[in-house]
């Protein structure tokens, strides 16, 4: 456990960030879990809005966004 209240703070303050991440992680597979059951534009649109909010965020790197972009939009034009 801290012991500094500076350390405390941090300690706060990193667990409020890990919940907010937990959800955006939690949205981001269910777009894409949504997007491959039924592969649609509309699908396809919110994946491509929650990757790049969790990139900006920092959830998950830009370039791992960008690979998983690139792989559902793939999916589109095969069916």
């Given at each position: 456990?801290?012991?500094?209240?500076?350390?405390?703070?941090?300690?706060?303050?990193?667990?409020?960030?890990?919940?907010?991440?937990?959800?955006?992680?939690?949205?981001?597979k269910d777009a894409i879990k949504t997007h491959r059951t039924n592969p649609s534009l509309s699908?396809?649109?919110?994946?491509?809005?929650?990757?790049?909010?969790?990139?900006?965020?920092?959830?998950?790197?830009?370039?791992?966004?960008?690979?998983?972009?690139?792989?559902?939009?793939?999916?589109?034009?095969?069916?």
């Open positions: 456990m801290p012991i500094t209240s500076s350390a405390k703070k941090a300690l706060r303050s990193s667990r409020h960030k890990r919940a907010f991440n937990i959800m955006r992680k939690d949205a981001l699908a396809l649109s919110l994946a491509f809005k929650t990757l790049d909010k969790a990139a900006k965020r920092g959830v998950i790197k830009r370039g791992n966004a960008s690979r998983k972009k690139s792989r559902l939009a793939r999916l589109l034009v095969i069916r």
